[in-house]
C-alpha cells in the first residue's frame, strides 16, 4: 500500500520523504571531504561548494537518477523563509554562543562599527560599481539592493583556518563577530530596498520606522530572550541535556517571534540572544556542561553548513550556464551572455577594493577601541570578506519575486552572488593558510622555539627511561627495544627545523614603561611578556582544575578567568591580574552602603549578618588567586631548574620579574 501511495497522487507528484535522501546525501559528502583534509589545503567549505557544482552540473547533464532529481527539486524549489527559518538560527546562534566573553566585550565597539557603519560604506561603493561599471542600465534602487545583497560577509572558512592554526582569537573573534551582525544589518537594508524596488511607496518617515523595527526592536528581542534564558539556565544544576535543550529552544523561539510574529529581524534576534548568553549566561553554565552544549551546537552547525554549501554549488550549476531557458527553481528564463564572465572578474576585484577601503576608514575608530589594528590584521580582515549561505538567499529572493518586473535583473542577482560566493570561498577561503603564514602569524618567537626544544628533549629523555625499563610480558612476551625504538622516534630535526624557518620576533612597544625599566634592568622585554604569558595561561589552567574539585562556584571561577584574560591583554606591561581582581573582592551593594555608614555601631549582628556571604566569596578568590600563583611560579621554577641541569649550569635560576608590580602569590602571602 506504501508503495502505491505516490502513484494514486497523480504524475509529478514528489513525496516529502525523498528530502531525506539530500541530507543523506551532503552527510556523506561532508564526512568524506573531512576524512580527506589532511591530504588537501582546501578549505572545508570550498570542497563542499565544489561537490555541489559537480553534482548540479551531472544532474543537468543527465538526470537519469530520478530519485535524487526529486531530491533536488525539492531542495531547490524551497520556500526562501522556510530555509532561512531551518538554517539561521543555527548558524547565528552556535557562532555567537561561542564566542569568548572577554574578547566579545573588548572587541563590541569594533564590531559594530564594521556591522553598520562599514556595510553602508560597502553596499553603497558595490553600487557605484553596479551603476557605472555594469552595462545592464540599472535603476539606483537596483544597484543599490545589489549592494546590500553582496555585503552579507560569511568567513566560515577563514575563521576555520584561524581556529586550526591558532593564529589569533581575538582577530578571529572580530571577524566572526562583525560577520555575524553583518549579516543581519545587511539583511535589514536589504529588506528595506526590496520593497522600493518592487514599486512600493516607501517614504522617509515609513523607512525610518521600518528599520528601527527591523534593527532595533530585533536586537532587543535577542537581548530580552539571552537575559530571560540566561535566568532560567541559573536555576539547572549540572543537567547538560536540561541546558543545551533549553538553548536549543532559546535559538528558534527568538528567531520566530522576531521574523514571524514582530516583523524585526530574526537573524539579528538570534545573534543578540547569543551574544548575551555568551556575555552573562556563561557565569550560570558549568564548565562541564558547556563543553556538552558546545559539542552540540557544533555538531549542528557542521550539519547546516555542510548541507547549505552543497546546495550553494547545486543552484550555482544551475545559473552558470548561459544557454538556460527554465530551471528547476522557477519557469522563468535565466538571461546570461558570455561577456558576463569579464564583469565577474570585475566585481570579485571591486568586492576586495571596497573592502580595503572600509578598513581604511574604520582604522582610525578601531585603533582607540578594543584591540589595536595593525596592518597584518586588516589583510587578514580584508581577505576574509567571503560570501556565502546568507547572501545566497537573498539572491533567492530576489530571483523568485515576481513583483520585480526586470527578470534580467533578477538572473543577474543569483549568477553574482553565486560567483562571488564561488570565488571568494575558494581564492579567498583556499589561500587564508598561506597568507597568514607570509604574514607570520603562524610564526614562532625565540623564546617559543627554546621552550618548544626543550619539551621535546624532554620527550625524548621519557621515551629513552621507558626503553630502558622494557620488560617480558606474560601475553606478549619478549620486547623488541629496536622496533619499539623506530616506532615510537620524533621526528626531531624536522619539526625544530620547520619551527626555525618560521621564527620571528615580535614587535614590542619600545615606548611602554615596562620595555624601558626592563631594558634599564638589562632584561629582556620578550622574554619578560612570554613568561608572564606563561603564569597567566597556567593561573587559569589551575583555576579550571579547582573549578573541578568543586572549590570555587561558577561565578567565582568566571570571574577568576576572566580578570586572567583581561591580564593577558596586558602582559607587556606587567603582571596586573591583582590590579584587576582587586575591585571583585571589596564590599558591593548594601555592605558597603552599611559599611559606608557605619551601621556596625548600632547592630553588630544586622551587619555581620548582611557582610558573612559577600565577604566568604571575597575570601576565596583571594584563596583561590594566591593558590594558582603559587602553583603557576612553583611549575615555572621546576621547568627553569630543570632546563638549567641539562645546560649544565650551577646556580639555581630564578622567575624573572618584570615591572608589573609584586603579587601576593610572589611573596608568599
Known sequence: MAAEAPAEAGEGHIPPSDAVLFILVCFSIGIFIRLCLRWTKIPYTAMLLLWG????FLQLANPATQAFTNTLQLWLSMEPHLLLLVFLPIIGFSAAIGQEPHMLRKSWVQIMVLAWPG????FLLIALCAKYAFPYDWSWPECLLFGAMLS?????????????VGASQKLACVIDGESLVNDGSALVIFLLLQKIVEGQQVTVAGGIAQFCLLAVVGMLLGIAFGAVTSWLLDNIFRDATLTTIVTLVSAYSSYYVADRLVGASGLLAVVCNGFT?????GRQITMRVGDAMHSFWGVLEWSANTILFVWMGIVLAIV???????????????HLEPRDAAYVVLLYVWLQAARTVLLLVCWIPFNYTGYPLTWRSALVMVWGGLRGAVGMVMALFIFLDEQIHDSSFRSYCIFYMGTMAFFTVSINGGTTKALLQWLGFMSYTPEQLGTLHHVIEDMDEMREKRLVELHPDEVLGEPEPDAVNVWSRLPTEAVLAQAAA??????????????QAAVEKGQDPQL??????????????????VYDQHLLTTLQARTLQSVTDAALDEAGEGLVDWNMLE???QLRGIPKLMQALKLHRLSVTLVQATTYSQSLSNLTLLVGFIHAHRHAQEVLRQHIRAVADNSQQTPEPTTPRGNGGTHPAANGA
Open 583 to 585: 575591585p571583585n573582592c
Open 119 to 122: 556595510v553602508v560604506i560597502q
Open 53 to 56: 557544482l559537480a553534482i548540479g
Open 320 to 334: 552558470l550556464p548561459p544557454s538556460h531557458e527554465e530551471t528547476v527553481i522557477t519557469d522563468q528564463p535565466i
Open 502 to 515: 618560521n621564527t620571528v620576533r615580535p614587535a614590542i612597544n619600545p615606548k611602554s614603561k615596562a620595555y
Open 277 to 281: 548568553m555568551s556575555l552573562i549566561g
Open 152 to 164: 552579507a560577509t560569511d568567513p566560515v572558512a577563514v575563521v576555520a583556518v584561524l581556529q586550526e
Open 528 to 545: 619578560l611578556y612570554d613568561y608572564r604569558c606563561r603564569v597567566l595561561h597556567m593561573v587559569k589552567a589551575h583555576y579550571a582544575e
